[in-house]
């Protein structure tokens, strides 16, 4: 299947209807049900934008990211990249597609190989990508690593990842996702493992690069404190579902769903006296995965409830104000 490229408007990915299902089964009695992971999400990215996807743990924002990348097949919907559906490429295609989109891991000793040291990490890629002139590797490596800060270069690179602080790790996590100069970034949590103040040299770094190579974006988190600064547009993901979507200052000045209020009630604030505050958040927790409930899935934990609708009825996107969406019955 193949797209016309003019229909995507320029916009570098686009997600139609996506779900992402896990079957389970038990031993000997056959399929027992499915985990809806990502379960009819819809957006679209441009070229050069930074859009944060923030929910609490377990409402599939992994999931998404990992589909995103190429890592889960898509039970249903699809992914455009560039005008082409990512289901049609072969193991070829594949491969160019994954050369485009970088990932940088929520913990860098873990996505770091023990045994390799940093040349070789940075080196892997290139090598893996068929190219083969050991000067443009060394050139293109010693590029990178100045552009993450990490010089004197010739210092770094017979390191191995024990040697390294956890800033130095990222760095060169980052620097391994962009050795293939990617369109396309996609960030697990990428400063959730770090000291406070390093993470504000990451998020820093991450936002330089996307501004000198007009890089996309994603930045996957359940932070917004973090999001607020790094981000054009924020996705709030419940249950497997995108519930709201807004540019970053309409969102934190106009949120609209239950759940974007209950998020922003719970995000630490800096304020010391402000911190004492018991605030008050939404009793319950997220519904199962295997078996959600009907129409809205915030329903059973939200104080704006519409008895007879939202129990029963799932929302639609409404777009109360121009290039917000909502999904809430609030809104009709």
């Known amino acids: 299947?193949?797209?016309?490229?003019?229909?995507?408007?320029?916009?570098?990915?686009?997600?139609?209807?996506?779900?992402?299902?896990f079957e389970l089964r038990r031993w000997g009695f056959g399929r027992a049900g499915y985990v809806r992971a990502v379960d009819g999400v819809n957006f679209t990215l441009e070229?050069?934008?930074?859009?944060?996807?923030?929910?609490?743990s377990g409402c599939g924002k992994t999931t998404l990211m990992k589909t995103i990348l190429g890592l889960n097949t898509p039970t249903d919907g699809s992914i455009w990249f560039q005008g082409q559906d990512l289901s049609d490429k072969g193991r070829r295609e594949t491969r160019d597609y994954r050369a485009m989109v970088g990932f940088v891991q929520q913990d860098p000793y873990g996505a770091l190989a023990p045994f390799m040291n940093v040349n070789r990490t940075l080196e892997e890629p290139l090598i893996v990508n068929g190219v083969r002139d050991r000067n443009v590797r060394k050139q293109r490596i010693h590029d990178v690593m100045k552009e993450v800060k990490m010089e004197p270069v010739e210092e770094f690179l017979p390191k191995f990842p024990h040697m390294l602080s956890g800033g130095q790790q990222q760095r060169i996590v980052i620097a391994r996702s962009?050795?293939?100069?990617?369109k396309l970034i996609v960030a697990d949590e990428p400063v959730s493992m770090l000291d406070a103040s390093v993470r504000v040299e990451i998020l820093k770094l991450l936002r330089g690069l996307q501004d000198s190579h007009h890089l996309a974006v994603i930045y996957v988190t359940h932070d917004l404190s973090t999001v607020r600064y790094f981000s054009e547009r924020i996705f709030v993901m419940y249950a497997a579902k995108l519930v709201e979507k807004a540019t970053v200052d309409e969102l934190l000045n106009n949120f609209m769903h239950p759940y974007t209020e209950a998020l922003l009630a719970a995000?630490?604030?800096?304020?010391?006296e402000n911190a004492l505050i018991m605030k008050d958040v939404p009793p319950g927790e997220p519904p199962s995965l295997i078996e959600p409930p009907p129409g809205c899935r915030f329903h059973p934990r939200c104080p704006k409830l519409i008895e007879g609708l939202c129990e029963v009825k799932e929302p639609p996107d409404f777009e109360p104000v121009p290039g917000h969406q909502v999904a809430c019955w609030l809104y009709q």
């Open 267 to 272: 995000t630490s604030d800096p304020d010391a």
């Open 178 to 182: 962009m050795i293939l100069e990617p």
């Open 1 to 21: 299947m193949s797209m016309d490229t003019s229909s995507m408007n320029g916009k570098l990915l686009k997600v139609e209807d996506l779900r992402v299902w």
């Open 47 to 56: 070229a050069g934008e930074a859009i944060g996807i923030v929910g609490e």
